[in-house]
């Protein structure tokens, strides 16, 4: 890990050797210059003009969608268009012990793309093709940069889809989704991204390529290397192709329900009692009512603000309806005020813009953790309790199927606001845990989270993590300092 | 690796130290007289009774169900009743470099249990007790040696189960299960073993203990160890709790249904057919002519014997009915030559007793390839043609929904008889792989399918296998030199 500051730093200064083989005029003098002693060469010959080092262009890939900050300068972009590219790149690097941020489409939450200064970033958003999709088998083979959304339609073409959607399905990729181990609203019927996954291909630290898995629905050869890159968050290897398994479509239109309650305790009683039932939801999702408040202010659709939380949800399949009234019932039992089989699937459309509404609202803090979904409403009592405590709203919205919470809270631009925020964050993350829960169901850690991974993990884990982390990465090039 | 043969061999002699502090009586002379450089005394102070040097008693210790075959004397046993003594064992071992191997019900079919000479072998099996089933979380947290029909038998006051279901169901245990990701009949609806659980206890080669997962439904926090250790067959670790998942019991009783065919290759296109619609079936078998004679001579029920092949399999849930009849129309389209919905589900019961039957006609020689689903009917036509060049029969039973298939070859008990039934297994196996197979869909690697590892991973995916396991195992003690 310590190649991160590992004195890349030169004096800006002369740059002509760094730019001798460019030929698209994409490289400028300013990164170059920053970091002088580099002789990128090699890498410009390998890869040409899909080597980009102009700051304008450079900086727009250094960053991601959290709230990580990035200071200092990336040596430049590599816009792989094949493993080639890509290996290339990473042998570069590795010769060199230069650190490489990776990044799908930079939708990721945790500052796990972040660029580290005086290091070279990987995009993959080039690799965007599908390679193939055989209906036959449900497999599907992709490359990377394919936008979730993209594979889902195309798969849509055979009677197929693809379960895996997080909420940024129209803008993330499926490589960062497999980086990730990404959820999304479909998972407490579906499972999460891993569970979809068959075979991988992957670029290793030194440039080695390696191929996991297989096409067959059992397989048990050797240690299950697919699952343990499924996840890995940029640490392991990057992912250049992917066979992902698809699922049939169900028969008929979803039926999306609803129901409001008193508060978020009371719903998640009902969440409990829904899931342990024959009944299972495609979608089940918990918004309280400030976060109704806040999608309906920045989104208007006419949608009710419940007088403490709206529990929305959707079954599919023949006997869709059936399930939904049953579901219902459960809501009823549990003390649900109101609720209802809804005329279309607007509220659920509506659900999945919460996040940019809280946004809009200035609630970017957030946090991500699960538990069991036995254990919902102690955890929203908790919440509200921690709430009440530190004189800060929270505002909850939860794939309450999977008992994954993200609570989100305002924070005035101050070192002192965000640090209050931060401090009930860590709170309500710690209650998570003693409900035997995790720090993060679907985000991952990479930067943002990093301090909370011994609050889980206890020192053996960790050892352990890091021992696989250094037997394939022994020079910590790849996402150093993060994810483990 | 190296530690295998390691020098552990002494002269039969003095066997006085290492029974000074045995408290039952069970330590004899004869192993300890065999490697008397081994010094017992910590491991009895530890272990007391159980640990047991005893010939008669360790010798039931020393194989499992393959063929593999053990030469040499083990140790002892350690007959461990927790996980401290799983850790004083392994520490013990790791402080001396004895190889250790590892076994549940020692009903294996690879040789991945099978004793070392000079090692020690740890049983698992008085580790039985399922310690708490969770039915809101849907979750079990079971000791290794819990036999994985008890477990499932437990889910069932519940009104769960628990989905894996190999055909030794009511003699293997759920951590051997976990070894080894075990598959079985309902994998086609149900995925396999590793889909099925949540986290792990692992004691380390060093005797550290691990814990791996969350009893969440997701959770991203750093690398899926508990995927990792799932099906690495002892050589990573040994369990010694496991928390997994149970599923909803199916409502209303199964239906099972039957087709009988001319030949593999078109049950086989029937079954490409079957998976790819909407009418998922939980059990998709096929048994060839050959295999439905063997049963119904060795366990007579009054089955019919088919032309060809007999498909045979189970719909559930309430649309149970309807699934089968759609099941039985793809196959009349596909040329069955008659097919129908069975009275009751005594044909799967029928297919369950194939390996005996097989075994007890002299059929002992068995490969446990896959194809995609799609390439079932190419499998079988390839395999026909494999027998005919080879002049010996051969008999097929298949997990068919997963295109998994249990070929099995008869060999007279003589070096050129095992010889010769081999290469046409090899054969057999090297088809599978030019189909986009794999050599091994549930049975594991062990010491039987060690030398065809080469033929599915290539160099650098042994070599990324082999620096996880010197990570976690730098010593090598742990079932060396077999599973990767």
Known sequence: METHDSGLHGNEGDTADTDDTADTGTNNTRAASAHSTIDFTDLTAALRGRFVTERSIVSLYETDSSRAVFSGEALGVVLATSAEDVASALGWAHARNIPVSVRGAGTGLVGGATAYDGGLIVSLERMNRIVEIAPQDRLATVQPGVITADLDAAAHEHGL??????????????????????????CVAHGVTSDWVAALTVVLADGRVLRTGARTRKNVVGYDLTRLFVGSEGTLGVIVEAVVRLESLPEGDPVTFWADFDGLAAAGSAVTDIVASPSRPEVLELLDAFTVRAIEEVFPSGMRIPAGALLVGQTVGPHAAAHAEAILTLCEANGATESAIAADDSLVEARRKSNPALSARGLKIACDVGVPVSRLAEMFAGVAEISEQHGIEVASVAHAGDGNLHCKVAAPDTPSGIAAADALIDDITRLALSLDGTITGEHGIGQVKQHELPWQLDEVAIDVQRAIKDALDPRGILTPGRGI
């Not at 895996?164 to 980086?179: R, Y």
């Open 161 to 186: 889809f693809f379960p895996p959607d997080p909420a940024s399905v129209h803008t993330c990729t499926v490589g960062g989704n497999i980086a990730t181990n990404a959820g999304g609203l479909r």
